[in-house]
């Protein structure tokens, strides 16, 4: 988008839209797009590393049974955890725009139908070139992804129990 952006100013400035117009045509130029700042992925990332480190252990503690059959008191836990676990990646206050959607790592698009789009709250503020909005949804998904991660490692701990 940055590369994109810097293009299309450019082309500006060089009067290239300008050159397309012929004289008996009234065209007006784009506007030029406002420069696509540097956002700040790392709490994403962060969030991301921790799941895979959370996910790493729920398969050592389930294939360290390997075969063993839970109790049944701790198999009813385990289920409970891990429907915890998909209610983990929603927030009761919803998308920006949209709250009734709920779901922070795939919903239908606020302009494609129900065409799915993955994390769509930043993405559509990046798309939109509501570039707080993008950055201050980072961070939202980011803390959406360690509640997830933290469900991921109670149902690890259920099957580590003796």
């Not at 994403?44 to 109790?71: I, T, V």
């Not at 983990?88 to 998308?95: D, F, M, V």
């Not at 980011?142 to 259920?158: I, M, P, Q, V, W």
Request: glycine fraction near 6%.
């Amino acid at each position: 988008m940055r590369e994109e952006t810097d293009q299309r100013n450019r082309d500006l400035d060089e009067g290239l839209f300008a050159a397309w117009f012929t004289p008996h045509e009234t065209r007006v130029a784009p506007p030029r797009r406002e420069e696509v700042p540097y956002l700040n992925f790392a709490p994403l990332r962060n969030s991301l590393a921790g799941l895979r480190d959370a996910r790493a252990d729920y398969d050592r503690a389930r294939d360290a049974r390997s075969g063993q059959p839970l109790p049944a008191e701790r198999a009813r836990a385990l289920d409970a955890v891990l429907r915890g676990c998909e209610r983990a990646l929603t927030r009761s206050e919803g998308l920006p725009g949209r709250p009734w959607y709920r779901h922070q790592i795939y919903a239908p698009g606020r302009y494609t139908g129900y065409g799915v789009k993955t994390l769509p709250a930043i993405r559509e503020g990046l798309e939109l070139r509501s570039w707080r909005e993008a950055e201050e949804q980072i961070e939202v998904v980011a803390k959406t992804l360690d509640g997830f991660a933290s469900e991921l490692r109670r149902a690890a701990a259920l099957w580590q129990e003796p």
